[in-house]
């Protein structure tokens, strides 16, 4: 089935730096997402993003499908933006499912 | 967005009892809901897919006989933990698509399950 990997696994920023996170995946995609998972486990959606760029405030996120992989961009990191980020995709093979990533941990320390 | 909603959010019980967990989506139909779990500091897991009106879908290694899920309407499934015992304690989050096809998915707010 198709692998998806996240890097980096952990990350430490100092509040108000930016970041940028990776997500690979083995195989071609018609569907992928981005989520925060906050510290009491809920997942919220940050993108819905198979291809393209789209920004929302201080996050952005590109996808290049013909590469396989996107990228989440965090500028002027705040606290609260800790917890884990993890990007889910959905393989056209049929399987009618979302595979989760490895997921990147990030701390903003204040 | 689609808005999915779990409960309970925590539930403790004894080993060999069994847990029922609800999965809604509350402003649209969800013919295809999804039941992951989640280990600490680990990833999310797919368990298994759970179609309206027929038998869920389970993947590898994930006991059906342990793991019920029944999706009896088009807003509600249930995942129902069969004699408990306490390496089935996890963090489990139910899933759907949201409407308009895109695609899109959404979380319910998870359900940590400790079996003592």
């Known amino acids: 089935g198709i692998q998806v990997e996240q890097s980096p696994p952990d990350l430490i920023l100092q509040e108000g730096a930016n970041s940028t996170l990776r997500c690979n995946f083995s195989?071609?995609?018609?569907?992928l997402q981005w989520f925060h998972q906050n510290p009491w486990g809920q997942l919220i959606n940050l993108f819905y993003?198979?291809?393209g760029t789209k920004q929302n405030g201080r996050l952005s996120a590109t996808t290049v499908a013909t590469e396989r992989y996107s990228l989440l961009y965090i500028s002027s990191s705040q606290t609260t933006d800790s917890g884990v980020y993890f990007c889910?995709?959905?393989?056209?093979?049929?399987?009618?499912?979302?595979?989760f990533g490895t997921g990147t941990r990030l701390k903003v320390l204040a | 967005g689609a808005v999915v909603s779990q409960h309970p959010s925590w539930v403790i019980c004894k080993s060999g009892t069994s847990v029922k967990i609800e999965c809604r989506s509350l402003?649209?139909?969800?013919?295809?809901m999804f039941w992951y779990r989640q280990f600490p500091k680990q990833s999310l897991m797919l368990m298994a897919t759970s179609n309206e009106g027929s038998k869920a879908t389970y993947e590898q290694g994930v006991e059906k006989d342990k793991f019920l899920i029944n999706h009896a309407s088009l807003t509600l499934s249930t995942l129902t933990v069969t004699s408990a015992h306490p390496e089935d304690s996890s963090f489990y989050i139910c899933?759907?698509?949201?409407?308009?096809?895109?695609?899109?998915?959404?979380f319910g707010e998870g359900s940590r399950l400790t079996v003592l």
């Open positions: 889910a995709v959905k393989s056209p093979s049929g399987t009618y499912k979302y595979i």
């Open positions: 195989d071609s995609v018609n569907n």
């Open positions: 402003d649209f139909q969800a013919t295809t």
């Open positions: 993003i198979p291809s």
């Open positions: 899933s759907a698509e949201g409407t308009a096809n895109t695609g899109e998915l959404f």
